[in-house]
């Protein structure tokens, strides 16, 4: 076997497009999670992933194997979950915009309303603690939730945090204290009530 094809990055470093199909079966999975962890939304989560293994696909040739590639791909996918947060809240303040200048508001007030109404299963207490740590995350500044998944979920070093969110080391691991600290502080009140 051919080293080639026994190494899907060298394979699709090399052009070879099978092989790089490979590599997204891998990790697509892990990217879409991370992706959805950062982005809160599926719809902005799968358009991360996508546009995440697009760069991937053209940054392959300056990729050089320092990093393992999953490490490479993760903060590719950070970097595309934030821009898309980022045109997100673009497109949202723009809608605002237009229904504020828009005299027959009614129906547009639906679109930002909570559809996650509770079903039968929120008695459980394992359902109402997820659902209590996600509205959490949801309150925490992007750089402080992007941190707190990038070590508590994904287990990446504060260096690795560093580089995918443009901090130094000390940034990094105050941008996860503050997350943890917010988490823990809204989860003891939560249980003492």
């Not at 996918?77 to 809608?95: D, G």
Request: hydrophobic share 45%.
């Amino acid at each position: 076997m051919d080293v080639m094809t026994a190494d899907p990055v060298l394979a699709a470093r090399a052009g070879d497009p099978a092989a790089f199909r490979r590599l997204v079966d891998q990790h697509s999975r892990a990217v879409f999670q991370l992706c959805w962890r950062i982005t809160r939304d599926e719809m902005l989560a799968e358009d991360a992933a996508q546009e995440a293994f697009y760069r991937a696909w053209k940054g392959l040739p300056e990729f050089d194997g320092r990093a393992a590639f999953s490490t490479w791909l993760h903060q590719i996918a950070v970097n595309a979950a934030l821009e898309q947060l980022r045109r997100h809240a673009r497109h949202q303040q723009r809608r605002v915009e237009l229904t504020a200048a828009d005299e027959d508001t009614g129906g547009d007030l639906l679109d930002f309303a909570d559809d996650a109404l509770p079903g039968p299963d929120d008695h459980m207490a394992a359902d109402l603690l997820q659902r209590r740590v996600g509205q959490e995350l949801d309150r925490m500044s992007v750089l402080e939730r992007t941190a707190f998944v990038l070590r508590h979920v994904e287990g990446a070093s504060l260096e690795d945090i560093g580089l995918a969110l443009d901090l130094n080391i000390g940034q990094s691991k105050q941008a996860v204290f503050r997350a943890v600290r917010k988490l823990r502080g809204a989860l003891t009140a939560w249980r003492e009530a």
